[in-house]
């Protein structure tokens, strides 16, 4: 038989692949409580979503299998081993200053523009049309092929934990998600929630101050742990400052510092907004945290007691903080990279809670159980509590094992450029598989646009992707 071109196969299915790209992108696939239901644990536009792929799957004749709306996955091939290719299809939320809608797909410069283009559905259809390559192709397979799709990444990972509960464990497989070369090691990650209690903050039994400019009434930022926060309010209730005076303070700070704000007053009461840069949690020094800037001014004024205390760790342990040095945590591996921390929620009520949504990403060589009782230490200082939501161990994969070596080989073939291996700080599904790594679809010298206001996917990156999807499942399963 011919050897098959990959790179035609994908060129003659170019218009189909955009189309049925857009289509996908055009789903809103945010996790939606409100609309959750059996068989739709995520909400309606994730059950949409995933419905969408799975009729291209049946369409190209593949076996499908959803698993109560949590994952499901299409399937073709035989052989006792099961090559897998795990992708989510939900998305972050959409955040603000677009410059098209986030939803519409747009083909902007060569780019198609839209809330999970990069991450993951763009990939994710790059895979699917890659294994319907491979299976019109007619080429003997000696092994299964499975394309594995969840619902959860972005948040809680659930999807995956109830579908691997009833279903097979591929021997190796790949996920079409963060970077090209290939992703061999990934940092491990835990989610932690700082929280104080109005009862544990008057347990301390500080001294009030005698006089203030202002009470903090409430603050808040950030949307998702794994984001940088984009925007950030506080309200103040003026007490030793006039309300103006409040008002003029803070924009004399947006002026001196060159941050982005606004401050409006309405009921005696003193609203201020500020707007940072959304990042990917991985790396928080990309963006700029929005609430941790707004409590750097909160640090200019006299607050009432709970809210000094508030200010005082903040500006302390968090304020810049991307590598956690100020807490005694930082750590910095040549393989992995340094540990990275991410405010990515904050939340003050003067009458409830204060909690810090924080995400932590650490290198194999500085374990979670080595850190821990550091971050303890300083917790206390401000009677905050720790949570941990969730914590991951770091996933590394033997550089050379056949997966790695096949995916180098096969991005080589294709690009004619060094498949070199990298470590990172993200989590893909490649850690939910015993054997797996992660494979594009960002290509070097791209700009990282996951997570951020215009996500995009250049058509030309997605076809290449297409190419090197397409070639590595075949190799993997002949």
């Known amino acids: 038989m011919k050897p098959i071109d990959w790179m035609d196969e994908v060129h003659k299915r170019k218009e189909e692949l955009i189309a049925a790209v857009q289509g996908f992108l055009q789903i809103k696939s945010v996790l939606d409580p409100a609309t959750a239901r059996p068989g739709a644990p995520f909400g309606e536009g994730i059950a949409r979503t995933l419905a969408y792929a799975l009729q291209l799957c049946a369409d190209a004749g593949m076996e499908v299998k959803n698993v109560d709306g949590y994952a499901a996955h299409a399937q073709f091939g035989q052989g006792e081993e099961l090559i897998g290719v795990l992708s989510h299809v939900d998305v972050v939320p959409e955040g603000d200053g677009?410059?098209?809608?986030?939803?519409?797909?747009?083909?902007?410069?060569?780019?198609?523009?839209?809330?999970?283009?990069?991450?993951?559905?763009?990939?994710?259809?790059?895979?699917?049309?890659?294994?319907?390559?491979?299976?019109?192709?007619?080429?003997?397979?000696?092994?299964?092929?499975?394309?594995?799709?969840?619902?959860?990444?972005?948040?809680?990972?659930?999807?995956?934990?109830?579908?691997?509960?009833?279903?097979?464990?591929?021997?190796?497989?790949?996920?079409?998600?963060?970077?090209?070369?290939?992703?061999?090691?990934?940092?491990?990650?835990?989610?932690?929630?700082?929280?104080?209690?109005?009862?544990?903050?008057?347990?301390?039994?500080?001294?009030?101050?005698?006089?203030?400019?202002?009470?903090?009434?409430?603050?808040?930022?950030?949307?998702?742990?794994?984001?940088?926060?984009?925007?950030?309010?506080?309200?103040?209730?003026?007490?030793?400052?006039?309300?103006?005076?409040?008002?003029?303070?803070?924009?004399?700070?947006?002026?001196?510092?060159g941050r982005t704000g606004d401050v409006t007053i309405a009921d005696d009461q003193v609203v201020l907004s500020m707007q940072g840069v959304s990042a990917h949690g991985m790396d928080p020094e990309k963006g700029i945290n929005a609430g941790t800037e707004l409590i750097r001014f909160l640090a200019t004024l006299q607050l009432d007691d709970r809210a000094r205390q508030l200010v005082r760790f903040t500006d302390t342990y968090l304020y810049r903080q991307h590598y956690g040095k100020a807490l005694g945590i930082d750590h910095d591996d040549a393989e992995m990279g340094p540990l990275t921390l991410n405010t990515g929620v904050i939340r003050y009520d003067c009458e409830g809670d204060i909690e810090f949504n924080v995400n932590i990403r650490y290198p194999h060589s500085h374990p979670y159980a080595s850190w821990e009782p550091k971050l303890l230490l300083h917790l206390q200082e401000a009677a905050l509590v720790l949570e941990v939501k969730e914590n991951m161990p770091p996933h590394r994969v033997d550089p050379k094992h056949p997966l790695v070596t096949t995916l180098q080989r096969v991005y080589t073939q294709q690009t004619g450029q060094e498949a070199r291996i990298i470590a990172i700080g993200g989590a893909t599904y490649a850690r939910a598989l015993d054997v797996g790594v992660a494979f594009g679809p960002l290509f070097p010298g791209r700009a990282d646009s996951a997570h951020q206001r215009d996500e995009h996917i250049f058509i030309d990156d997605l076809l290449r992707a297409t190419v090197l999807y397409a070639q590595a499942i075949y190799e993997l399963a002949k």
Do not use: H
Not at 132 to 143: C, D, M, N, P, R
């Open 98 to 257: 677009w410059s098209t809608p986030p939803y519409a797909a747009e083909i902007v410069d060569g780019k198609i523009v839209a809330r999970g283009a990069i991450d993951d559905k763009g990939p994710t259809m790059a895979a699917i049309f890659a294994a319907k390559i491979v299976k019109e192709s007619g080429l003997a397979l000696g092994k299964r092929v499975r394309l594995i799709f969840g619902t959860d990444e972005e948040t809680s990972w659930r999807c995956l934990e109830r579908y691997f509960k009833t279903e097979e464990m591929p021997t190796m497989g790949f996920s079409p998600d963060a970077d090209f070369p290939l992703i061999y090691a990934e940092k491990g990650m835990t989610d932690l929630i700082f929280r104080q209690t109005k009862q544990a903050f008057a347990a301390q039994g500080l001294f009030p101050a005698v006089e203030t400019d202002a009470t903090l009434l409430s603050l808040e930022a950030g949307l998702r742990v794994n984001m940088v926060p984009d925007r950030g309010q506080a309200i103040l209730r003026p007490a030793g400052k006039t309300a103006e005076e409040l008002a003029d303070a803070y924009r004399r700070y947006l002026r001196d510092t």
